[in-house]
């Protein structure tokens, strides 16, 4: 977590004047968000950005905003340490890093799926936690993870993966997997099943807190910018 006297105490060196910047994640959400940004004016081609290059910042249409490019899970963190004053993230990244710093103002409802756990197709029918008061998970999502069978009694031992965690149970590295599920084609192909939704997850809108102080009115403008794309793109 970041303390809110570290963030405060770098703010205010932050010139004003400088392009805002917004913090985009590359994948799946990238692709759903093209069409909003696009109505937003600040890219022709929303879903190409960055397309081609090996550089990870971008001008926009807008000279006062500047678009860096990472990775999904680190959007959170360049928001809450204040390397990008806003940014698109999904809920469970929220969720799993929980930072004060971070202010989420707009649910922009696209990138739609869900946090499950799952297990090997072909093993028992009964709920995941019934068995033991303890379990090996693969996941992505430690605090999740952590907190979701605590809840129910049960220690969760992590296997902290970034990526592929669906090899671990028929590797005998963890008897579950806890992981993001839109389609389930990546469960079925690997011979895992969907047993209990832990969360419903959508993209979010994030703001720097102190950031929200210090250029209320450029990000605020900008925040309108995204609730009226929004509002044109369901119309
Ligand atoms: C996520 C998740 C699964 C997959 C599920 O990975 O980790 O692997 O999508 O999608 P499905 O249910 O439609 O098959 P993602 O593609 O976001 O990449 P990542 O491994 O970099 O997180």
Redesign the pocket.
């Known amino acids: 977590m970041i303390a809110a006297a570290e963030s405060l105490s770098r703010s205010p060196s932050e010139p004003v004047d400088a392009p805002l910047i917004l913090a985009l994640p590359k994948?799946?959400i990238l692709k759903a968000l093209g069409p909003v940004l696009e109505r937003t004016g600040l890219f022709e081609d929303g879903s190409a950005i960055g397309e081609g290059t090996r550089s990870l910042r971008f001008p926009t249409l807008d000279p006062n905003i500047d678009v860096v490019r990472v990775r999904?899970f680190d959007v959170a963190t360049f928001v809450a340490h204040g390397g990008a004053q806003i940014g698109v993230c999904g809920a469970d990244v929220l969720m799993e890093f929980d930072y004060p710093d971070i202010y989420a103002p707009l649910d922009l409802g696209i990138g739609g799926?869900r946090i499950s756990i799952a297990r090997p197709v072909g093993e028992g029918t009964h709920d995941t936690t019934a068995a033991s008061s303890h379990i090996r998970v693969a996941t992505?999502y430690p605090t999740i993870t952590r907190r979701h069978f605590a809840a129910r009694g049960v220690n969760a031992e992590i296997v902290h993966l970034h990526?592929?965690m669906?090899l671990a149970p028929t590797l005998d590295m963890a008897s579950v997997i806890v992981?993001?599920?839109?389609?389930?084609?990546?469960?079925k192909a690997n011979g895992l099943r969907e047993t209990d939704v832990i969360a419903h997850v959508t993209s979010r809108l994030i703001v720097n807190r102190v950031a929200l102080k210090t250029r209320p009115e450029a990000i605020r403008a900008l925040i309108e910018r995204f609730r009226n794309a929004l509002q044109e793109n369901a119309a």
């Not at 992981?179 to 469960?187: A, I, R």
Request: glycine residues 18%.
């Open positions: 994948g799946r999904s799926c992505k990526g592929a669906e992981d993001l599920v839109d389609t389930g084609s990546t469960l």
